[in-house]
């Protein structure tokens, strides 16, 4: 059979990115299609992070391509069609910086961090968590690694850089790292802008494709310092049912607002109560829908609900993140349809961020 690549574009333009509801024609996601002998080739960009839909679109080419020549032979290469995080002064390796912040603390917010950062990690994602809670850094805690310490490390150009520490496949860099117990108290202001500043720029990072960053709670000036010295995609908050959690979730996308950061969306933490004898029920304790209603109130996504679960209590306090410990449980698929839906909000952000060059595509 004659093949041209005309045949070809023309219906892989019509395959869906089901994350932006678009097709690829739409997101200029075609950089080339070529032919050699029975061997099409396609090269995709696609907005990053890709990680669980890469698949599905490399099937749906290839069966593009056999639609047309069952006997032709097929690869698909698909790259990064936002980059523009390389340009960055800060943190230009890594490519999506989260932030999890909640109005008031014990909401759930280094919980919620840690899981999320595992979850992430599992689409094949490189993921860090930077824990910048100055008052109760949790994430050693949480990783088990508490009383661990960042070692430096002189690279080829002679900066020395700090090592973050790993574990669950998470690279960490904490607060509790760099202080003593109890000096949060007395260190302030410019001081711990400075420790801060040390997380982000004097840690070797690398490459990677999400770096979540646990704030402190509230948001007064350490955490409107933080967010203005970090260059983040979004940022994810955190709150209760409680009706009265409102004013707080309200101060909190203020912040963000001010300092022009998208808000990815609202999780309700501490939903309801599933009693392991009675799988199927769900007590709302605190009332229902309090966080979806607020997240409605405010025009962003309502990012998920997660169950009140002693388990998940247990799993931070051992060191091993619930969707680590109990993969296969509900409290963890809960937690792995936050990470999803994060993943959507972030591509969702880039998408309505894109500038697309102004260019012809060449075959
Ligand atoms: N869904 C949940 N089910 C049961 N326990 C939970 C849940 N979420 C959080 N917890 C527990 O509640 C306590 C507070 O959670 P966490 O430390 O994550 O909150 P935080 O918002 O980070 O607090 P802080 O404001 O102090 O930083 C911890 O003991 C944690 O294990
Ligand atoms: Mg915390």
């Known amino acids: 059979m004659n093949l041209n690549t005309d045949i070809f574009s023309e219906k892989i333009g019509q395959i869906v990115d089901p994350d932006l509801d678009t097709t690829l024609a739409e997101l200029k996601a075609i950089k080339n299609i070529s032919i050699d002998g ?21 099937e749906a080419c290839e069966g593009v391509i056999a639609e047309v020549d069952p006997a032709a032979k097929s690869e698909i290469v698909i790259s990064d069609q936002n980059r523009d995080y390389v340009t960055r002064k800060v943190l230009p390796t890594v490519k999506n910086i989260i932030a999890v912040s909640s109005g ?10 840690a899981n999320l950062a595992v979850s992430l990690s599992k689409t094949g994602a490189k993921v860090g968590i930077l824990d910048a809670d100055v008052y109760g850094p949790s994430q050693p805690t949480m990783f088990g690694n508490a009383g661990g310490k960042l070692e430096a490390e002189d690279n ?6 700090a090592i973050p520490l790993e574990a669950h496949g998470i690279k960490i860099a904490s607060m509790g790292y760099i202080m003593q ?9 410019p001081m711990l802008a400075q ?11 690398d490459d990677l494709d999400y770096l979540v960053l646990d704030l402190p709670p509230g948001t007064g000036d350490i955490q409107l310092t933080m967010t203005q010295k970090i260059p983040l995609t979004g940022a994810v908050i955190i709150t209760t049912p409680q009706e009265i959690a409102v004013v707080d979730v309200r101060r909190s996308i203020a ?21 392991p004898e009675l799988p199927e029920n769900k007590y709302y304790i605190f009332g229902n829908g309090g966080g979806k209603k607020v997240a409605e109130k405010n025009s962003v996504a309502f990012l998920g ?3 009140i679960d002693p388990a998940l209590r247990e799993a931070a306090d051992s060191g091993t993140p619930l969707v680590v410990s109990a ?5 963890s698929e809960a937690l792995n349809a936050l990470a999803h839906n994060t993943i959507v909000g972030i591509r969702k952000h880039h998408h309505n961020n894109i500038v697309y060059p102004d260019m012809e595509i060449t075959m």
């Open 38 to 58: 029975d061997k099409v080739k396609v090269e995709l960009e696609l907005i990053q992070p890709f990680h669980l839909i890469a698949d599905s679109i490399k």
């Open 104 to 113: 008031k603390g014990g909401v759930g917010k280094s919980s919620i961090a």
């Open 156 to 161: 080829e150009s002679g900066d020395t850089k």
């Open 181 to 189: 117990d109890g000096q949060a108290a007395i260190v302030r202001g």
């Open 195 to 205: 420790y801060f500043t040390m997380l982000v720029e004097q840690v070797k990072w």
């Open 255 to 275: 912040m963000f607002q001010k300092v022009n950061v998208d808000i990815l969306g609202i999780v309700e933490n501490m939903s309801y109560f599933t009693p």
């Open 305 to 307: 609900e997660i169950p």
């Open 327 to 331: 993969p296969d449980s509900k409290q």
